[in-house]
């Protein structure tokens, strides 16, 4: 990526919110952390949702940018080099089979899999699954949580029992679906979950 196209690039601004990548409010209280499972040990991402890393996560999903994968985990990893983790299994959040078929991949997946190496990690695609009541989530926060709460599965509680879990995605807009993934693997046993995103909604 060249100089000019990097400057643009919406990294996110100083004093957000170590553990929900989000802004704090004039007191200094952060409205991200509450909306977030305690399941959940913290969020990272690399660029707030907007201008080209927006752009970027539309043309992913929605425009079969498949090619933007790589220069976006490239960007993920250099996140990762500034505030270095380690995990054991990296796990994509998963889609709804009506959606995965329709759009004929996984975006978190793609991600997963140019960030695994970074955090010394194994993808694993097979640990959640989600229904497909949830493939649309025009809902509001309170709302989105109830309706994904019972709508992700770990199929293979095994595999997770006491292992240190990356969760990735493209985008953090609420924090509920990632909070939904963390309280199934949890659940299943899971040590440690963290999440990271290519972008936060601020």
Known sequence: MCSACRAELPYLPAGVCHRCASLRGARGVCWGCRRLSPALGGIRAAFAY??????????????????????????????????????????????????????????????????AAAVRGVVRKDVLERDERTAQQTLSAADRLRNLRDAVTCPLPAEVKAKRVLLVDDVVTTGATLSACAEVLADAGARRITAIAFARDL
Do not use: C, H, I, W
């Not at 425009?63 to 993920?76: D, F, H, I, T």
């Not at 299994?89 to 709804?96: K, W």
């Open 50 to 115: 907007e201008g080209a890393a927006r752009t970027a996560v539309l043309t992913l999903k929605f425009k079969s940018g498949r090619y933007l994968a790589p220069v976006m985990g490239e960007l993920l990893r250099e996140a990762l080099a500034v505030r270095p983790l380690q995990a054991d299994l990296v796990v994509p959040v998963p889609l709804a089979a009506g959606r995965l078929r329709g759009r004929g991949f996984n975006q978190a997946l793609l991600l997963a899999s140019e960030v």
